[in-house]
């Protein structure tokens, strides 16, 4: 039995990482990372654009294999119990997910059967998923005709009908005008509020991020520059200190700040098919 039973009690952290680490060929995306998320934390990840953020995210939700290291979520081990942390978390990429072709209600259909609940159950969660993320009228409606805020309740209407431990978000809010950004923040809050869900999210956004996060990472290279929750990372640069002085100060002010061509168009792709 691996080390994950320590991690299985209540007081253990929702994400346990330990030197993880993610090498393709000579490039290493991910350099021997160590944090922890507490329980009902939402937790934000930053960083430029090839500082590792998707990579982890993979990791953590058993997408992708380490090279080394390991992690614990929600109490199992992403090596020994992949089936184990899939069953407990929720995932919503930055890419689109949703199926156009498909109305509301379809979508979280397909979701029920695929995260298993109970047929039983599956109308009554549909419905409260619907009413939960303010889709109801919208729900028999083609996706393809949401607006983008729409489509991202949707998504995260998908991902919590199976009430999962932790939520993770890769870019939650791009490509979003501020009103559809606010609604998906305030869905957020009451995610941790009404079911005490952990959410990790990744972000460009330093509204977003110090809004909503109580604990903040900043990727830079592959590896943790700095974490802590907003106020004293500003605090730590200067009185008058942002976020965005934070993320200068860490990673630096070059406007090359790495990152491959397909991040690039995945997220504009995102945006478009958003707005």
Not at 15 to 31: P, S
Not at 198 to 208: A, I
Request: with cysteine; net charge positive.
């Amino acid at each position: 039995m691996p080390k994950a039973a320590a991690a299985a009690g209540q007081r253990a952290p929702a994400v346990d990482v330990r030197q993880l680490t993610r090498r393709f060929g000579e490039v290493t995306a991910v350099d021997h990372v160590t944090l922890r998320v507490e329980r009902g934390q939402v937790f934000g990840l930053l960083g430029s654009n090839g500082a590792g953020k998707t990579t982890l995210i993979k990791m953590l939700t058993t997408l992708l294999p380490p090279s080394e290291g390991e992690a614990f979520v929600a109490g199992a081990s992403i090596l020994a119990e992949p089936a184990k942390v899939r069953q407990r978390i929720g995932y919503v990429p930055q890419m689109v997910s949703a199926d156009g072709s498909l109305t509301g209600r379809e979508n979280l259909l397909f979701s029920a059967r695929l995260y298993g609940i109970a047929a039983r159950s599956r109308r009554q969660r549909i419905c409260d998923a619907l009413a939960f993320m303010g889709l109801e009228d919208a729900a028999d409606r083609l996706v393809k005709t949401y607006s983008g805020g729409m489509i991202r309740r949707l998504e995260l209407a998908q991902s919590m009908m199976h009430r999962p431990e932790v939520l993770f978000l890769d870019e939650p809010t791009i490509g979003l005008d501020p009103l559809a950004r606010h609604a998906v923040w305030d869905r957020l809050r009451a995610l941790r509020r009404d079911f005490g869900m952990t959410v990790l999210l990744t972000t460009h956004d330093m509204e977003e991020a110090e809004t909503l996060c109580d604990t903040l990472a900043i990727l830079h290279l592959g590896r943790v520059a700095v974490s802590g929750p907003p106020s004293e990372l500003s605090a730590a640069i200067s009185p008058e200190a942002t976020l965005d002085d934070v993320f200068a100060y860490h990673c630096g002010t070059s406007i090359d700040s790495g990152g491959r061509i397909a991040d690039t168009r995945g997220a504009r792709a995102t945006a478009r098919r958003l707005r």
